[in-house]
């Protein structure tokens, strides 16, 4: 939980450089290693700089690599802006370099909101600043590169019946949401999984991605819902596909110094996207099958950065497959705490336990359909839809 309590104990975040990834087509390792281009998003990889290696031989990415570097990014280009802003061009995958300048400019000047505040002796809302991690501005305008404009593909047939039938917490505009059971809830709500691939992507909090390796075994360790996955790179045969995981089944390999994670077998049932991922459809209702696979690849640019991509293919959900890519920085100080969900869980029996209430004593006049929770801009919404502040008992604060 990073922020809260690095800002309690006083400790400062230091800022970055730039960096920034681009819509060219991915190539080998060698060719985005170099001076600052597009096709190293700007991260230049200083001349003479040699690829560490671990003491068995493979090339060496492990440490903490927090995924809210690039928070400030939406999913979706030209979504999650606010009214009265500025128009967004679809067709416009950067920002300019004066426009970059000014966002970081904008954000190194707003300081430390929960150091102040602490300084003021307000240590309640220095508390409550801290519920998301640092971010820093980048000149993407979409997490998603590929198709260019920014956005995800279009539902099969299939897929829009799949996704009618989804259930979950978070509403879509103007649902009437009930609970009557479990059921009515998604697998983040149960503190279950995020699944995939939204557990890859930025959230408000709890984005540490701890890389850790042994001889033929990588694991990506992350830090929302404690989720480890385990890269196997031995060469060793698939699991059989009649064995399913929400995470799925991983493979790796080494593509020179890249890291390349081919994973099948997924289970059906997680939202393949998230509300907590800034620029996300609303609802948690974008349906997986079992016919997903993801193909990922990590490459180290210089000693503070490596390069993510992951391509999601689903032919029976989406008419087409789509890229994310992204950077993502070193930050070794990173505070991991634990990650308590289902202690403090409390919304699945309140909320099932209050809609019945509802149901069973309507109200005269009650027609608000309720947005369903983070309806009003990270709240929750009760289920009759007033918002109310998110409780404190849980880890990922829903």
């Keep these: 939980m990073y922020r809260m309590f690095r800002t309690m104990s006083g400790a400062l975040l230091g800022t970055a450089a730039a960096a920034v990834f681009v819509t060219t087509a991915y190539g080998q390792a060698p060719s985005i290693l170099g001076a600052p281009t597009e096709a190293n998003h700007f991260i230049e990889t200083p001349k003479g700089w040699v690829q560490p290696k671990t003491a068995w031989g493979d090339p060496d990415l492990q440490g903490m690599w927090p995924i809210s570097y690039v928070g400030t990014v939406p999913l979706e280009r030209c979504t999650g802006g606010r009214p009265g802003g500025p128009p967004c061009d679809s067709n416009k995958a950067w920002r300019t370099e004066?426009?970059?300048?000014?966002?970081?400019?904008?954000?190194?000047?707003?300081?430390?909101?929960?150091?102040?505040?602490?300084?003021?002796?307000?240590?309640?809302?220095?508390?409550?600043?801290?519920?998301?991690?640092?971010?820093?501005?980048?000149?993407?305008?979409?997490?998603?590169?590929?198709?260019?404009?920014?956005?995800?593909?279009?539902?099969?047939?299939?897929?829009?019946?799949?996704?009618?039938?989804?259930?979950?917490?978070?509403?879509?505009?103007?649902?009437?949401?009930?609970?009557?059971?479990?059921?009515?809830?998604?697998?983040?709500?149960?503190?279950?999984?995020?699944?995939?691939?939204?557990?890859?992507?930025?959230?408000?909090?709890?984005?540490?991605?701890?890389?850790?390796?042994?001889?033929?075994?990588?694991?990506?360790?992350?830090?929302?819902?404690h989720d480890s996955r385990i890269v196997y790179t031995d060469g060793r045969p698939a699991l059989p596909k009649s064995i399913k995981q929400y995470m799925g089944e991983s493979r790796g390999h080494w593509e020179g110094n890249t890291l390349v994670v081919v994973t099948t077998n997924y289970h059906e049932g997680p939202s393949g996207t998230n509300i907590g991922v800034a620029g996300s459809p609303q609802g948690n209702r974008w349906p997986v099958s079992d016919q997903m696979k993801t193909t990922e690849r990590f490459t180290r640019l210089n000693n503070d950065f490596l390069l993510y991509e992951i391509k999601t293919e689903d032919p029976v959900i989406m008419t087409r497959p789509y890229t994310v890519r992204f950077p993502i920085k070193l930050d070794n100080s990173y505070d991991w705490w634990e990650y308590a969900c289902h202690e403090g869980n409390s919304v699945i029996p309140n909320y099932v336990n209050t809609s019945r209430f509802e149901r069973a004593n309507p109200q005269p006049g009650d027609t608000n359909p309720g947005p369903g929770r983070g309806g009003a801009g990270g709240g929750q919404a009760t289920p009759q839809g007033t918002v109310a502040p998110a409780p404190q008992g849980q880890g990922r604060g829903n």
């Excluded at 009557?180 to 699944?195: A, H, N, Q, Y």
């Design 98 to 225: 004066e426009e970059y300048k000014q966002a970081v400019d904008a954000a190194l000047g707003r300081g430390d909101r929960g150091r102040q505040l602490i300084q003021q002796g307000n240590y309640g809302q220095a508390l409550l600043s801290g519920v998301t991690d640092p971010t820093f501005p980048q000149r993407q305008t979409s997490l998603i590169v590929d198709p260019p404009n920014g956005r995800l593909p279009e539902l099969t047939e299939e897929g829009k019946r799949r996704a009618k039938d989804m259930r979950s917490s978070w509403g879509l505009p103007g649902e009437k949401l009930t609970f009557d059971w479990v059921t009515d809830f998604d697998s983040w709500d149960r503190c279950i999984t995020r699944g995939m691939p939204s557990s890859m992507f930025p959230y408000r909090y709890n984005n540490g991605l701890r890389i850790l390796q042994a001889p033929g075994l990588v694991v990506l360790d992350l830090e929302m819902i």
